[in-house]
């Protein structure tokens, strides 16, 4: 299917929430950007009420979806949330109203898909804000939207008030420890204006209330890798979860190489051998269970020399070599 109706669904009493009657994109709306692909929130409007809408994205149309059903409008009112499948990058969307089989509610926006971890989205996108009281007032509902802070230290996605929403997020093979047990405001203030969860303070300052020892050390080495002396540790890493090891936004030569693109253009390693050093897809004799890449040879935060290198290895490249290499 276009797109296939998920089961989270928003009861929402037209008594307690009042907006204007026009068919409207409330997630994501028009001219912001999103990192993720999992819902689209519609909402239909009262008078008159919604039989039927249509969704289009980037021209390709789905057919009726029928929300005429007594029980569903009793239940759902006109809210109706889908599961979309966006486009990496500008996204179109148009959205048709229909009641009696006629159209009477059109409505049209534009959205930017920021799949890649490592992008920006072009000028004219701002972020998509969910926390904010108009929103929220709209879920308040269904959803526990002003938790308490025992609430918000319930270790379980079924009973932690943020779990309802985002325990997709942590669908992956390597969870971060206080998102596992939804430990949110460790990062994210609940308290925070005009928004609320906003991260307390940057990254740096966010990974640093735990991983003291680390950012120190990084910090204190001869060289510090870009990212790392910025305090951008969420260009490398998924602070919720990922499928790669250390929450990497992918494989680790895939990230390296998102910024140092041409590194893979040139002899590299190899340079003075006729045959080439394979950078991946072998064993690393130096860590056993991980195979070769990058990190085999660089730190990836900080080094004794330019390029990284461990300070055992740092006066000479041959040295380096004596790694794996002891003869």
Known sequence: MFCRIILLLMFVSM?????????????????????????MIVKGGAEPPLDGLTIEINGLKSGLI?????????????????EPEFEPGKNSISLEGYAQGEVVRKVAGEIYFLKDPYGLPPSGYRPYVMHTPQREALCAPCHNMSPTPQQLQISSADQNPCGSCHKRMLDKKQVHGPAGVFRCTTCHDPNSKPSKYKTSG??????AKCHTDKVASFKTAR?????VAVGLCSVCHDSHASDHPAQMHGPINDVCSSCHANVDLNRHVVSGIMRPHPLQGVADPSRPGRELSCSSCHNPHSGASK????????????MLCQKCHNK
């Not at 940057?202 to 990974?207: A, F, K, M, P």
Request: proline share 5%; aromatic share 16%; glycine share 4%.
């Open 15 to 39: 008594t307690m929430v009042q907006w204007a009657d026009a068919l409207e994109l409330i997630y994501p709306e028009d001219g912001t950007f999103v990192v993720r692909s999992d819902f």
């Open 223 to 227: 060289f510090v890798h870009g990212p």
């Open 202 to 207: 940057g990254n740096e300052e966010s990974c």
């Open 66 to 82: 029928d929300i005429s059903n007594p029980e569903y409008k009793k239940i759902f009112a006109d809210f109706l949330i889908l």
């Open 307 to 318: 390029v990284f290198f461990e300070e055992k290895y740092a006066a000479s490249t041959m």
